[in-house]
């Protein structure tokens, strides 16, 4: 099969290196591979015989013309030179698009077959018990339970609650405090009605539990304390229990629940954080014929590093003993994105059962960090000019000034009691641009450094402060 790749001088050598071992004719178009014109690449098509053409996946022009009029198909190559070496042998075994770069597409491909085999292990998986229509235990993916602490003095619980579970909870736990009455609980549960997925209560108190078993599909946390006081009305009422040790071991506190009658059961062998007894923790993590409860919640909370890696090392460490539910709480601005974060580490955990080690899955939970550096061809010039220092103070456009902000999702550009809004930082400037608002070019760069700074700040959950260091 004989393919047409057009280059740059830049890549040249790159080029002709990924394609040394196929039927390809590299051909340089110019000092930049990206500035391909249609016309250019069907003056190319016409010079020889070809089957397919790969372009260079940064080109931004349309080549559905050229296509048409040759008829040699066209497809993008990846963004990056330096890729192409990894994506021509592959040619027999993957579709290119015509559209998007070919490291994006497949990445996406990876991704969606990804998915469906979570879907197809997860419909045939076996379970311990099923809630709400949710396998829990078994072969089932390891489900995540998100807390909300002190859910009675939360005024938008409701908007909370499915928060949570857009973000990729599969159970919401409703946390009282010692401040809490039977009225706080019925109160809560009744502004949930009609959320139709694992809700779960967690009190040690039974006159809380009591009030939340009308709805709760999950009690935490029994023990030897409480299980006589409640354990027979948890089992009427047909929910699930976690158990914990207290005075008495965990092993002890299970029998007494089962004889009330608790049909499911759930081993809390309680998890310690670092510095507390993280690692002799884990000792009691054995295999149990109970789903077993794996509390990372409270290690990556007490920690100041990033919840990224964190939530995904105890993912990983929730996967080796088998656990069943992984706890995870957002309760500090630092650890703000740990419910996205361990659905994520869980998916990847369960497409990690049948390979040595979590990697080369389709997904992913790298957020700052690439996992190979770009080796691009170095920038060619022949004298440099140094940087001069922007001055402190800067003109003002008549125009005006615009206040960036941040909210939510979304990035708003104001001035004069109106704002623009939007998701992308260039999609902003553009509208910014395209109505005049704008007649400093120091003005519109500006723009451009604080629009970015506030669509990273919402990509990585950050503050956002106009004028300040990112």
Same mark, same amino acid.
């Given at each position: 099969?004989?393919?047409?790749?057009?280059?740059?001088?830049?890549?040249?050598?790159?080029?002709?290196?990924?394609?040394?071992?196929?039927?390809?004719?590299?051909?340089?178009?110019?000092?930049?591979?990206?500035?391909?014109?249609?016309?250019?690449?069907?003056?190319?098509?016409?010079?020889?015989?070809?089957?397919?053409?790969?372009?260079?996946?940064?080109?931004?022009?349309?080549?559905?013309?050229?296509?048409?009029?040759?008829?040699?198909?066209?497809?993008?190559?990846?963004?990056?030179?330096?890729?192409?070496?990894?994506?021509?042998?592959?040619?027999?075994?993957?579709?290119?698009?015509?559209?998007?770069?070919?490291?994006?597409?497949?990445?996406?491909?990876?991704?969606?077959?990804?998915?469906?085999?979570?879907?197809?292990?997860?419909?045939?998986?076996?379970?311990?018990?099923?809630?709400?229509?949710?396998?829990?235990?078994?072969?089932?993916?390891?489900?995540?339970?998100?807390?909300?602490?002190?859910?009675?003095?939360?005024?938008?619980?409701?908007?909370? $609650?499915?928060?949570?579970? /857009?973000?990729? #909870?599969?159970? !919401?736990?409703?946390?009282?405090? %010692?401040?809490?009455?039977? *009225? @706080?609980?019925?109160?809560?549960?009744?502004?949930?009605?009609?959320?139709?997925?694992?809700?779960?209560?967690?009190?040690?108190?039974?006159?809380?539990?009591?009030?939340?078993?009308?709805?709760?599909?999950?009690?935490?946390?029994?023990?030897?304390?409480?299980?006589?006081?409640?354990?027979?009305?948890?089992?009427?009422?047909?929910?699930?229990?976690?158990?914990?040790?207290?005075?008495?071991?965990?092993?002890?506190?299970?029998?007494?629940?089962?004889?009330?009658?608790?049909?499911?059961?759930?081993?809390?062998?309680?998890?310690?954080?670092?510095?507390?007894?993280?690692?002799?923790?884990?000792?009691?993590?054995?295999?149990?014929?109970?789903?077993?409860?794996?509390?990372?919640?409270?290690?990556?909370?007490?920690?100041?590093?990033?919840?990224?890696? $964190?939530?995904?090392?105890? /993912?990983?460490? #929730?996967?080796? !003993?088998?656990?069943?539910?992984? %706890?995870?709480?957002?309760? *500090? @601005?630092?650890?703000?994105?740990?419910?996205?974060?361990?659905?994520?580490?869980?998916?990847?955990?369960?497409?990690?059962?049948?390979?040595?080690?979590?990697?080369?899955?389709?997904?992913?939970?790298?957020?700052?960090?690439?996992?190979?550096?770009?080796?691009?061809?170095?920038?060619?010039?022949?004298?440099?000019?140094?940087?001069?220092?922007?001055?402190?103070?800067?003109?003002?456009?008549?125009?005006?000034?615009?206040?960036?902000?941040?909210?939510?999702?979304?990035?708003?550009?104001?001035?004069?009691?109106?704002?623009?809004?939007?998701?992308?930082?260039?999609?902003?400037?553009?509208?910014?641009?395209?109505?005049?608002?704008?007649?400093?070019?120091?003005?519109?760069?500006?723009?451009?450094?604080?629009?970015?700074?506030?669509?990273?700040?919402?990509?990585?959950?950050?503050?956002?402060?106009?004028?300040?260091?990112?």
């Amino acid at each position: 099969m004989r393919i047409l790749l057009p280059t740059g001088t830049a890549t040249e050598d790159l080029v002709k290196s990924a394609a040394a071992a196929i039927d390809a004719e590299v051909v340089v178009t110019g000092k930049i591979a990206s500035f391909l014109t249609p016309g250019t690449l069907q003056g190319l098509i016409k010079k020889g015989t070809y089957e397919m053409v790969i372009v260079p996946g940064m080109c931004t022009a349309s080549f559905e013309q050229v296509e048409h009029d040759t008829g040699v198909p066209v497809y993008r190559g990846p963004r990056h030179a330096a890729d192409l070496a990894i994506f021509l042998p592959l040619l027999g075994t993957m579709t290119l698009s015509r559209t998007i770069p070919a490291d994006d597409f497949l990445a996406a491909n990876k991704a969606c077959d990804a998915r469906k085999l979570l879907d197809e292990r997860e419909k045939s998986a076996e379970s311990d018990f099923i809630a709400r229509g949710t396998k829990i235990g078994g072969t089932s993916r390891m489900k995540v339970l998100a807390e909300v602490m002190d859910a009675h003095l939360r005024e938008n619980i409701r908007d909370v $609650v499915e928060r949570y579970f /857009a973000a990729g #909870a599969d159970i !919401v736990d409703l946390g009282f405090g %010692f401040d809490a009455v039977p *009225s @706080d609980v019925i109160r809560v549960f009744s502004q949930l009605d009609g959320i139709d997925r694992i809700l779960a209560v967690d009190s040690q108190e039974p006159d809380l539990i009591r009030a939340a078993l009308s709805r709760a599909d999950i009690i935490l946390s029994l023990q030897e304390q409480n299980i006589p006081e409640v354990g027979k009305e948890i089992a009427k009422a047909g929910a699930a229990a976690v158990v914990v040790p207290g005075e008495c071991s965990l092993k002890k506190n299970i029998v007494l629940a089962k004889k009330t009658g608790i049909a499911c059961i759930i081993a809390d062998p309680l998890l310690q954080p670092i510095g507390s007894g993280l690692v002799a923790s884990l000792k009691n993590f054995k295999k149990s014929p109970y789903p077993l409860f794996f509390g990372a919640g409270n290690v990556t909370e007490l920690i100041d590093a990033d919840s990224v890696g $964190v939530n995904a090392v105890l /993912a990983g460490m #929730a996967m080796e !003993v088998g656990a069943a539910v992984i %706890f995870t709480s957002e309760h *500090s @601005d630092k650890t703000t994105g740990s419910i996205r974060e361990m659905r994520r580490a869980t998916e990847m955990m369960a497409l990690a059962v049948d390979r040595p080690y979590p990697k080369d899955l389709g997904i992913d939970l790298l957020v700052l960090k690439e996992k190979r550096r770009r080796r691009e061809p170095p920038l060619e010039y022949e004298t440099a000019i140094p940087a001069i220092a922007m001055p402190d103070s800067v003109d003002y456009d008549p125009k005006g000034n615009f206040r960036i902000g941040i909210e939510g999702d979304q990035i708003v550009a104001q001035i004069h009691n109106r704002a623009i809004r939007g998701k992308r930082w260039q999609d902003v400037l553009y509208t910014i641009l395209s109505r005049n608002e704008v007649s400093l070019l120091e003005h519109a760069g500006y723009l451009g450094r604080e629009l970015y700074k506030a669509e990273l700040a919402i990509r990585y959950g950050r503050s956002f402060e106009q004028d300040g260091e990112f």
